[in-house]
């Protein structure tokens, strides 16, 4: 069974840096499609990234230019850099994987992951 665990979290004033890590493991199965999401409280979670098996990359219009998302295959990681963070993108930030294709030009939904981590807190002070 498919495990997701992230990590990097924290509190940082705005315009700091973070960078999130999610390691893969166990999966049967390559991932196809990997992604992170984040959910602020009373909100629906909302797609920031993904990357496929491909190497092509998708952001969100909210973090494009400020966040990168990064894969790295023999580490089993996935990696989301966030630059310049603003008091808006306060959420819990969560990964999310999934074994077969899913190409599009644009996040996708959050419906077509299987596997999801626990998520790990982002607070951004003004």
């Known amino acids: 069974q498919g495990r997701l665990v992230e990590s990097g979290g924290g509190s940082v004033q705005a315009g700091g840096s973070l960078t999130l890590s999610c390691v893969a493991s166990g999966f049967t199965y390559n991932i196809k499609v990997m992604a992170w999401f984040r959910q602020a409280p009373g909100k629906e979670r909302e797609g920031v990234a993904n990357?496929?098996?491909?190497?092509?990359?998708n952001y969100a219009k909210s973090v494009k230019g400020r966040f990168t998302i990064a894969l790295d295959n023999d580490k089993n990681t996935l990696y989301l850099q966030m630059n310049n963070l603003k008091p808006e993108d306060t959420a819990t930030y969560y990964c999310a994987a999934r074994d077969r294709g899913y190409y599009v030009d644009y996040v996708p939904p959050a419906r077509i992951f299987d596997y999801w981590g626990q998520g790990t807190q982002v607070t951004v002070s003004s």
């Open positions: 990357i496929d098996d491909d190497g092509n990359k």
